[in-house]
T-cell receptor, first 114, second 118 residues
Framework: LAKTTQPISMDSYEGQEVNITCSHNNIATNDYITWYQQFPSQGPRFIIQ???TKVTNEVASLFIPADRKSSTLSLPRVSLSDTAVYYCLVGDRGYGGSQGNLIFGKGTKLSVKP | EPEVTQTPSHQVTQMGQEVILRCVPI?????FYWYRQILGQKVEFLVS????????KSEIFDDQFSVERPDGSNFTLKIRSTKLEDSAMYFC????????????????FGPGTRLTVL
């Protein structure tokens, strides 16, 4: 199971682009990289998933270099409502567990200021 | 957009009492999960459930815990004799497909039940 390392916290201002990098040096060939978002007192919410290169959806972009030992979640033009904890998950079944259970780390606490 | 619902939103109980936390997964989903999050700590996996049986469980999910799908819509977590350290947010999640050697499938989480054991 690939271990992930991400910053404990980040600060940003409204309108800025935020990039959160996750290190996963021991990522395996079949592993996918998935990001979840969690607001206070709410359940985690899927943001984006990728295997290599770049993935973009209506919420974020995910950049994965060729060696796949890291990944960067990019949030364009953040607003106050993007203040949340962001989790990077890596696993051979997309998440980490043998039956699909998610293995969460401590995540990155993003604070967006006005 | 379909969503996972959980009841109650907050449950207060006395130590040693039994509690049942309820979840209604998304209707066409087949895989169900319970997670918990102690205040200020990580989200922790408890158990996964498919085809009316437990698929996997963590070390946290000891004999005090049980899960059940009593009908076609509800998925419950029972804690038989609550302890102070069971105080946490409990999240139910569901997914349509199993994780299959690669992409996996998105898990959708409910809003959680805050359990307070006094």
């Amino acid at each position: 199971l690939a271990k992930t390392t991400q910053p404990i916290s980040m600060d940003s201002y409204e309108g800025q682009e935020v990039n959160i990098t996750c290190s996963h040096n021991n990522i395996a060939t079949n592993d996918y990289i998935t990001w979840y978002q969690q607001f206070p007192s709410q359940g985690p919410r899927f943001i984006i998933q990728g295997y290599k290169t770049k993935v973009t959806n209506e919420v974020a972009s995910l950049f994965i270099p060729a060696d796949r030992k890291s990944s960067t979640l990019s949030l364009p033009r953040v607003s106050l409502s993007d203040t949340a904890v962001y989790y990077c998950l890596v696993g051979d079944r997309g998440y980490g567990g043998s039956q699909g259970n998610l293995i969460f780390g401590k995540g990155t606490k993003l604070s967006v200021k006005p | 957009e379909p969503e996972v619902t959980q009841t109650p939103s907050h449950q207060v109980t006395q130590m040693g009492q039994e509690v049942i936390l309820r979840c209604v997964p998304i209707s066409n989903h087949l895989y169900f999960y319970w997670y918990r999050q102690i205040l200020g700590q990580k989200v922790e996996f408890l158990v996964s459930f498919y085809n009316n049986e437990i698929s996997e469980k963590s070390e946290i999910f000891d004999d005090q815990f049980s899960v059940e799908r009593p009908d076609g819509s509800n998925f419950t977590l029972k804690i038989r004799s609550t302890k102070l350290e069971d105080s946490a947010m409990y999240f139910c999640a569901s997914s349509e497909l199993p994780s299959q050697g690669g992409a996996g499938d998105t898990q959708y989480f409910g809003p959680g039940t805050r359990l307070t054991v006094l």
